[in-house]
């Protein structure tokens, strides 16, 4: 048995350590194609979006809204989603940097700086970024709520890590 931990913890730690980084690149990459979209497309999208959300409801609940019932619904929730979009997104991000730092051996409040740091950086870039799209403005309140769904994002990793650490992967003796 110790020797097939001793080979676990070693394929785990060459091969899948420097995979861990594929998520954080990939929702950069995610991020800044969404950015590049002029305002009528991101527009859009959102509504599309919007659309469907007020549609699963109305038939998830039974509601039988008129059509000119559902457009009022979508036209409201239509910010709601624009802005939730940026907190999900930036969450995802700051989750998907947090988890190969920590896969580093970077916990605690380092992680929450590090992973939050570089992911509010690429939010302060990415709404510098959208100023130069047609149609788009870089926008402070969005950079707050991109730094909420940041701090939301470390906190979770950190309570799956630490919850992980602690039960799942005890057997494998991670820190020995």
């Not at 097939?4 to 899948?16: A, D, E, G, H, P």
């Not at 007020?54 to 998830?60: D, I, P, R, T």
């Not at 969450?91 to 740091?117: D, E, K």
């Not at 730094?147 to 979770?156: D, E, K, R």
């Amino acid at each position: 048995m110790y020797y097939f931990k001793r080979f676990i913890k070693k394929t785990l730690r060459y091969l899948l350590k420097p995979l861990s980084f594929i998520p954080a690149i990939a929702m950069t990459y995610i991020i800044f194609v969404l950015s590049a979209q002029d305002s009528a497309q991101s527009g859009h999208l959102s509504l599309e979006v919007s659309r469907y959300i007020v549609l699963l409801y109305n038939k998830l609940f039974v509601k039988g809204f008129s059509p000119e019932r559902l457009q009022e619904l979508v036209v409201y929730i239509h910010p709601y989603v624009r802005k939730g979009a940026h907190f999900t997104e930036y969450m995802l991000l700051a989750m998907s940097v947090s988890l190969p730092l920590y896969v580093y051996r970077i916990r605690g409040f380092g992680l929450t700086l590090i992973a939050g740091g570089l992911s509010l950086l690429y939010a302060v870039l990415d709404e510098y970024h959208q100023s130069f799209v047609a149609g788009r403005v870089a926008d402070v309140h969005d950079i707050m709520i991109d730094g909420a769904g940041i701090l939301v994002g470390v906190i979770i990793i950190r309570i799956i890590c630490y919850i992980g650490r602690k039960t799942i992967f005890s057997w494998l003796v991670l820190d020995k």
